[in-house]
């Protein structure tokens, strides 16, 4: 079966940078586009950033762009999200997600891992 495995989550300074990592099975990574996406406490799950198959294409949301980069290893099955510069305001969990069309990144979903930015 599908599974993503999210990891490199923790606790860091405001300021500071964390490096998530997705790894993928069960599916034939380079046909997917990837995303991540975060839930903060008391609050809906959000759009963070999506890659397609072959990296040509990314998308951030407003509050990431410029901070956060995603990228992707088609040969380790992996998908990334670099975050720089983090805020309070980044502390959620975040999730990675798969899906074939960038526009609805809904078929699968990871666990998530726990983002905790201390101001």
């Known amino acids: 079966q599908v599974q993503l495995v999210e990891s490199g989550g923790g606790l860091v300074q405001a300021g500071g940078s964390l490096r998530l990592s997705c790894a993928a099975s069960?599916?034939?990574?380079?046909?997917?586009?990837m995303g991540w996406f975060r839930q903060a406490p008391g609050k809906e799950r959000e759009f963070v950033a999506t890659?397609?198959?072959?990296?040509?294409?990314?998308y951030y949301a407003d509050s990431v762009k410029g901070r956060f980069t995603i990228s992707r290893d088609n040969a380790e099955n992996t998908v990334y999200l670099q975050m720089n510069s983090l805020k309070p305001e980044d502390t959620a969990v975040y999730y990675c997600?798969?899906?074939?069309?960038?526009?609805?990144?809904?078929?699968?979903w990871g666990q998530g891992t726990k983002v905790t930015i201390s101001s």
């Open positions: 890659i397609n198959w072959n990296s040509v294409k990314t």
């Open positions: 997600a798969a899906d074939y069309d960038m526009a609805t990144m809904d078929r699968y």
């Open positions: 069960g599916l034939t990574f380079s046909s997917f586009a």
